[in-house]
């Protein structure tokens, strides 16, 4: 970029982001929430970020809401007024069989990962600019039972997939609406799971690990920055044509699957 254009006026140089307007990023302080937010702001995005619990840096500047009430829920409402975009990141993971799942764990699952993008994505219909644009958080557990005792959370996300595509549809054209579903991510969260796995079938956690990458078709984990980067994209205008898509960010992991699980076709059956 050129420091003056043919008119002469003055333009930032190519090592300034361009200023981008406001976009407001719930579950901020998670691993991907906070590889979400530091990603946005480096492209020139003014973050309004909140989570359940405020920062313990002040310099982080995350904002408590807790979404799962409707207080915590017109906190953020309230920063969406002239905003750009709106990233759903808030989410949590109750993981228990069916049989000892209460009424309590399947609600909290419900309210804080399907309701809140519920009340969150309606607030942004009207407050949003023109052009605005709404990415959802979901997960390959949406569409794959990949994990033992994870009923709410699945249902929960699969929900949010198609949430996303109501909205998508309710809210077109004046603003897009679409999901991104994070495979296996390397985060302190998926850190736990692993070692819960392998205390639970007493293998070492480095077999656990090696057996879930042997899972994906690339074979590694991924990383939050590389799904922050396809929430970028995704708010952004290089996405301008992209409305009610759910993004897999997972390395082929659901390729990967549905290739092991597929039948083996007779030569001569047919699709």
């Not at 956690?205 to 984990?221: K, M, N, S, W």
Request: glycine share 10%; aromatic share 4%.
């Amino acid at each position: 970029m050129s420091d003056s254009d043919s008119r002469g006026m003055t333009t930032m140089s190519s090592s300034t982001p361009r200023p981008r307007g406001r976009v407001v990023v719930t579950g901020a302080g998670g691993a991907i929430g906070g590889a979400i937010v530091a990603t946005l702001r480096e492209r020139g995005y003014e973050v309004f970020a909140t989570d359940v619990r405020p920062s313990a840096d002040d310099s982080a500047g995350v904002v408590a809401a807790d979404l799962s009430d409707a207080d915590g829920r017109a906190v953020v409402a309230t920063a969406l007024e002239g905003a750009v975009g709106l990233v759903n990141a808030a989410g949590i993971a109750l993981s228990a069989p069916v049989d000892e799942i209460t009424d309590d764990m399947w609600d909290r699952t419900i309210d804080v990962n399907v309701k809140s993008v519920f009340h969150l994505c309606r607030a942004a219909g009207t407050g949003l600019v023109d052009g605005g644009a709404i990415v959802n958080i979901a997960s390959t557990s949406a569409h794959l039972a990949r994990f033992p005792a994870s009923m709410a959370y699945s249902a929960s996300k699969a929900a949010v997939v198609n949430l996303t595509k109501a909205f998508a549809r309710e809210l077109s054209p004046r603003i897009r609406v679409n999901s991104v579903c994070p495979g296996l991510i390397a985060t302190p969260m998926q850190t736990s799971v692993m070692e819960k796995v392998a205390e639970d079938t007493g293998r070492a956690l480095a077999d656990v690990r090696r057996d879930a990458a042997a899972g994906i078709a690339l074979e590694r984990l991924g990383s939050t920055r590389e799904v922050a980067t396809a929430i970028a994209f995704l708010l952004g205008s290089d996405a301008a044509y992209v409305t009610g898509a759910c993004l897999d960010v997972d390395g082929g992991l659901s390729m990967r699957q549905a290739l092991i699980r597929a039948p083996q076709w007779d030569k001569d059956s047919h699709m």
